[in-house]
Nanobody, 125 residues
Framework: VQLVESGGGLVQAGGSLRLSCAAS????????LGWFRQAPGKEREFVAA????????RYADSVKGRFTISRDNAKNTVYLQMNSLKPEDTAVYYC???????????????????WGQGTQVSVSS
């Protein structure tokens, strides 16, 4: 199983980025997916999650209304659209996958089986 994130970069506060995570080596439509982030000196934290068919989503309070998670099962890809970025959004962003039934997802990073290598997002003030 391989998860590969892309789309990170440096952006000014108020700007937008779209992260992608391409998966291979798994039956993508059977997996719930999550985005997590980790800033220097901090623990990994939940950002967003989506169920296997995209019908259920959940967001951390800190990103609700600004970030949108989506998936394209035909392309084996999950996305994170990030708008109105703030300096406190600066972190390495990771996608993760876990096989799970319809309508379910996890916000606990320890429940996920597979992880990407991460992509850096830096937001300047």
């Amino acid at each position: 199983v391989q998860l590969v994130e892309s789309g990170g970069g440096l952006v000014q506060a108020g700007g937008s980025l779209r992260l992608s995570c391409a998966a291979s080596g798994l039956t993508f439509s059977m997996y719930a997916l999550g985005w997590f982030r980790q800033a220097p000196g901090k623990e990994r934290e939940f950002v967003a999650a989506i169920s296997r068919n995209g019908g259920s989503t959940r967001y951390a309070d800190s990103v609700k209304g600004r970030f949108t998670i989506s998936r394209d099962n035909a392309k084996n890809t999950v996305y994170l659209q990030m708008n109105s970025l703030k300096p406190e959004d600066t972190a390495v962003y990771y996608c993760a996958a876990v096989p799970l039934g319809y309508g379910y997802y996890y916000s606990d990073y320890q429940r996920y089986d597979y992880w990407g290598q991460g992509t850096q997002v830096s937001v300047s003030s």
